[in-house]
């Protein structure tokens, strides 16, 4: 038996976020970040929900990578204020923040630690959430987990709850427009590791698959055209599209090591997530073929890679990888991000056991030890190709 959980509504194409007209209600909770709130969209947003007749109060508190501390800040406004819909508006971690506030407003006795799949928080009973993303590549709009960061233990918390996924989630390509270059690389290539690590994942399926591997083709195809050219109306909105069909395919299979070492690395030395798990992706290709060669293979074949065999397949792939990250100025090593040998050597041993902790690891198709992560931390802070 699997179980698969799908946000309810997808509202896609140009025009999407006037759908929120027809939404009915009566208080709206927006959560949201500094940044976002300066652009307009906060205004659009909450001026097509007063059309609707519905009253908006916008907390703007949510940091990069939120933390636990937010999360209690923000259910806190919400149980005094009481909305029955909550919005996540902006990258992933305003997302991430609104799914985590919802439990906590739902049920005034837990903390942030004890979200989990297993207790019924009854969400639905005191608000419903919509996700608004403004990047296109976190996919957190799709999932139904919320990565929060405990800062004191330099750790980052993935809480997963099967309620916690979005009613309506609303892809407008008008959102994505105004992403820095930077910034539509790091989260491009954060829903192509996505897509890649949830089509090798042990918990992949027919539906992961399909998703994956669609939202892996039109990765290759159009984010280097996003990247290069700000004005491709086109390639923005393919990657916006992408990057939720990717954050579908891995909440229903799974991430791996790339994200188990992406984590890790991230918390210590406080780089944005995309780049880091971006980073360690063409090494855990190299490090997991020998477990998956086939299905690494497939995923060349979907990109138009022609090979005799499927060993030369993937070779290819994780050359096409490389060379995509290039193109975007995505460093290749972690001493590229620069991060002297002696701060990585001093926490090295730290940062392999956050990753051989992460339940990522366990889902990757060849499950490293720890010795393992250890040498792939290492080879990836020297560039060096993974040959064991
Ligand atoms: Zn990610």
């Not at 891995?250 to 918390?267: K, T, W």
């Not at 780049?275 to 138009?304: K, P, Q, W």
């Not at 001493?335 to 990757?364: H, P, Q, W, Y």
């Amino acid at each position: 038996m699997w179980e698969l959980t799908i946000p309810r509504t997808i509202v896609v194409g140009e025009g999407a976020l006037e759908y929120l007209k027809e939404v009915t209600g009566k208080r709206v909770l927006i959560v949201t970040d500094k940044v976002i709130h300066k652009l307009d969209f906060v205004e659009k947003v909450a001026n097509y929900l007063k059309e609707a007749g519905l009253e908006v109060k916008v907390f703007d508190e949510v940091e990069p990578e939120p933390s636990i501390e937010t999360i209690m800040k923000g259910a806190e406004i919400a149980r005094k204020y009481g909305p029955d819909w909550l919005i996540g508006l902006g990258g992933g971690s305003c997302m991430d923040a609104a799914k985590a506030i919802w439990p906590l407003y739902a049920n005034p006795d837990i903390e942030v630690a004890e979200i989990n799949p297993f207790t019924k928080f009854e969400l639905r009973k005191k608000a419903k959430l919509i996700c608004i993303p403004t990047t296109s590549g976190t996919g957190a709009d799709a999932t139904w987990a919320s990565i929060i960061t405990d800062a004191k233990e330099e750790r980052k918390m993935e809480l997963p709850s099967r309620e916690m996924v979005a009613d309506i989630i609303i892809l407008d390509p008008e959102l994505p427009k105004s992403m820095p270059p930077s910034l539509v690389a790091d989260t491009g290539l954060d829903a192509l590791t996505h897509a890649i690590e949830a089509y090798v994942s042990q918990w992949r399926n027919d539906f992961s698959d399909a998703l994956a591997i669609k939202a892996i083709q039109i990765i290759f195809k159009y984010l280097p055209r996003a990247y290069r050219n700000p004005e491709d109306k086109e390639a923005k909105e393919k990657m916006h599209n992408a990057a939720t069909m990717a954050g579908i395919a891995f909440g229903n299979s799974q991430v791996g090591i790339a994200h188990a070492m992406g984590h890790s690395l991230g918390a210590i030395f406080k780089v944005p997530h995309g780049r880091t798990v971006d980073l360690f992706l063409s090494y855990s290709i190299e490090y997991s073929a020998r477990e998956a060669m086939e299905r690494y293979a497939d995923i060349a074949r979907a990109i138009g890679i022609e090979a005799k065999t499927d060993e030369e397949a993937v070779e290819k792939l994780i050359e096409a990888v490389r060379r995509l990250d290039r193109e975007m100025g995505e460093p290749a090593s972690i001493k590229e991000l620069g991060i002297s040998r002696e701060d990585f050597e001093k926490r090295l041993d730290d940062l392999v056991t956050r990753a051989a902790n992460s339940s990522c690891t366990f889902m990757n198709p060849r499950v490293p030890d720890v010795e393992d992560i250890k040498k792939l931390f290492i080879y990836a802070y020297e560039g060096k190709k993974v040959d064991f």
